[in-house]
């Protein structure tokens, strides 16, 4: 018997084709009685190489609390829709956190903790010069002997 403490927090992000994608996925989530936290604007988008043929695509997300199986359903009629370039479904990491909060800062380094860069000289290789024959046999006598 499923009880409130077992509804966890999701986050679905998709790209579609159209921007009536978003009224289909949230005809799908209703359907399967899932609570919508936060309905995501909608943004098109340029695609940085095509999917499924195509050069752009509508960006959305929404954050709703469900039941955990039944999120298998509706990856299955996301999978289906045609209509629906990708998707990804993400469990919140952190039950009874927002999802902003729940994701880890980022570690930024001010303009005055950035260490100095040392400048360091490169020191060209000595040219030698090539020997002639006639020098070369001398150095290989003086050697011998």
């Known amino acids: 018997m499923e009880t409130e ?25 209703e359907s399967y009685k899932a609570e919508i936290v936060d309905n995501g604007s909608i943004s098109m988008i340029k695609l940085a190489y095509p999917i499924k043929k195509e050069k752009s695509a509508f960006f959305g997300y929404f954050h709703f609390n469900i039941y955990p199986n ?16 990708r998707f990804i479904m993400i469990a919140s990491p952190v039950s009874g956190r927002p999802f902003i909060e729940s994701r880890m800062p980022r570690n930024r380094m001010s303009s005055s903790e950035i260490p100095a860069i040392k400048r360091v000289e490169v020191k060209k290789p000595k040219v030698q010069v090539a020997l002639s024959n006639e020098a070369l046999e001398k150095k290989l006598e003086e050697i011998l002997k």
């Open 5 to 29: 403490k077992d509804i966890k927090k999701y986050e679905v992000g998709f790209l579609g084709r159209a921007e009536g994608v978003k009224d289909e996925i949230i005809k799908l989530l």
């Open 70 to 85: 039944i999120i298998k359903k509706i990856e299955d009629n996301l999978k289906l829709n045609q209509q629906i370039l």
